[in-house]
């Protein structure tokens, strides 16, 4: 157990003196937004995407935010010109002292030298590292998803095209000295192998996105109507927020667990609706050395990471971790194959002191043990699965569980 919490990370001569990154986005597009970054203690900034040749797709802006489901969807959005960014950077330079600004470049035109040429402006500006977008689905991925013949891979298709990836990756990773972050997308099923290709070309570090393409919830009443403000039609919409967590935290094992068995221990980055202390502890658990955070400071600005990083340092104290690294890939000793899991036997029990026949669990219809003689909420023991839905749709907490003996593996082997 130690008392000196050290919660910095450190990818290859960088050091963040934190793991919160603001992830590439609206919140990264002006010197302001990076003046206040470092003001509210975040350790670096991934600049808003520059992509050349400029314009691409560039609609301003339109996004919805759908509170209840915590799910933020958009997919008109504007980028920065490369110009833009070179500016950001070396202005971003000048204001901030500790914060570590990270480029974020994309190049879709028919030089083949074009991502290095790019990569090594951004250097020449005082990069201390560039983060390529192998990742944005709102690019040639819509596209081509949403029936559009499109000739070049851009963003998301070219992070998921593990020949051509690795091709482009390699080609940046000598162009330029400053470490090469890519992130990739989950999209094409194939990010742990797209991260493994990227390491084995000279990347220093890899990350995922999160962000999936989906079909916004739409008005059946009103089918050709659309969700956004100000804007006619849907396409298929960026995901992002809490929403994506579960989603994203595969993303980050998937990538941590292949390079792992691959040999290979680079510096991962996990991004998807981390928006507090929690949620920032299970990517590291899953194998993030730091976090990437956008919509967070979308829908909450940036001022609330103090509170996050007093709660993460009380939070190691709490558990004897003097690092990050102390519990970084954790889950990986919890997560099990299907077949290693501990299954027990057992049945569900009801308290006729709390439970009030308000009916709902008798309607589960998967359960063949619920009765309910003379409205009396009753159990058979025999019967019972033992799933446990009953006891998440009791509101009254009228329902446990009764556990009995580990199910012997073997007997759940089929023949
Ligand atoms: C409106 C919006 C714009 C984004 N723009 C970029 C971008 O330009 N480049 C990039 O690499 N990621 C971009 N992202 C992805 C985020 O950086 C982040 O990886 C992803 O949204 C998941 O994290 P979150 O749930 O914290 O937003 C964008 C996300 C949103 C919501
Ligand atoms: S545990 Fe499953 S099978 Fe058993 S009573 Fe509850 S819902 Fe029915
Ligand atoms: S859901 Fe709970 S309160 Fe309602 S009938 Fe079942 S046990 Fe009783």
Same mark, same amino acid.
């Given at each position: ?47 808003k ?30 980028? &920065? @010109? ?8 070396e202005? %971003? ?5 500790? *914060? /570590?600004?990270? !480029?974020?470049?994309?190049y ?13 402006r ?20 819509? &596209? @081509? ?9 851009? %963003? ?5 095209? *593990? /020949?051509?990836? !690795?091709?482009?990756v ?16 989950p ?8 991260a ?34 100000l ?11 809490p ?58 600005g ?6 996050v990083?007093?709660?993460l340092?009380?939070?190691?104290k ?20 299907a077949?290693e ?13 709390k ?42 907490g ?5 556990k ?12």
């Amino acid at each position: 157990m130690s008392d000196a919490i050290d919660i910095s990370v450190k990818m290859g001569e960088i050091t963040f003196k934190n793991p919160f990154i603001v992830g590439a986005g609206p919140t990264v597009k002006c010197v302001d937004h990076l003046r206040q970054a470092e003001d509210g203690g975040w350790a670096g900034a991934s600049l808003k995407l520059a992509i050349e040749p400029f314009p691409y797709i560039n609609w301003p802006p339109r996004y919805r935010w759908l509170r209840k489901n915590k799910l933020h969807i958009f997919s008109a959005e504007s980028r &920065l @010109t490369p110009g833009e960014a070179l500016q950001l950077l070396e202005e %971003g330079r000048k204001v901030t002292k500790e *914060l /570590v600004l990270i !480029p974020t470049i994309t190049y879709d035109g028919e030089d083949e030298e074009g991502w290095a040429t790019m990569a090594r402006r951004f250097e020449e500006a005082g990069a201390q590292a560039i983060e390529l977008n192998m990742c944005c689905p709102n690019m040639s991925f819509n &596209l @081509t998803t949403s029936g559009e013949r499109t000739e070049k891979a851009t %963003g998301a298709s070219l992070g998921s095209d *593990l /020949v051509e990836l !690795p091709r482009v990756v390699g080609r940046i990773v000598e162009a330029v000295k400053v470490p090469i972050i890519v992130k990739l997308t989950p999209e094409g099923g194939k990010i742990a192998q797209a991260a493994y290709q990227c390491i084995k070309a000279g990347a220093a570090a890899v990350g995922g996105v999160a962000n999936r393409l989906g079909i916004p919830d739409i008005d059946i009443r009103d089918p050709m109507g659309t969700i956004y403000r100000l804007q006619d039609h849907i396409t298929l919409g960026c995901l992002s927020g809490p929403w994506i967590r579960p989603l994203a935290l595969r993303d980050t094992y998937e990538m941590r667990f292949f390079l792992n068995k691959m040999g290979m221990d680079p510096f991962v980055l996990g991004s998807g609706g981390v928006s507090d202390l929690s949620s920032a502890v299970q990517q590291i658990m899953v194998g993030a050395d730091a976090v990437w955070i956008c919509t967070e400071t979308m829908v909450r600005g940036f001022n609330w990471l103090p509170k996050v990083i007093d709660g993460l340092k009380a939070y190691m104290k709490e558990m004897g971790y003097g690092k990050i690294r102390d519990f970084r890939d954790l889950l990986h000793r919890n997560l099990k194959s299907a077949n290693e899991l501990t299954v027990y036997d057992g049945y569900a029990q009801v308290d006729l002191e709390k439970c009030n026949a308000c009916e709902l669990c008798w309607n589960i219809g998967h359960c063949p043990a619920i009765t309910h003689p003379d409205g009396t909420t009753t159990i058979d023991r025999d019967s019972c699965l033992a799933c446990s839905t009953c006891v998440d749709i009791c509101p009254r907490g009228a329902l446990s569980m009764v556990k009995g003996k580990p199910i012997p593996a073997e007997s759940t082997v089929s023949g």
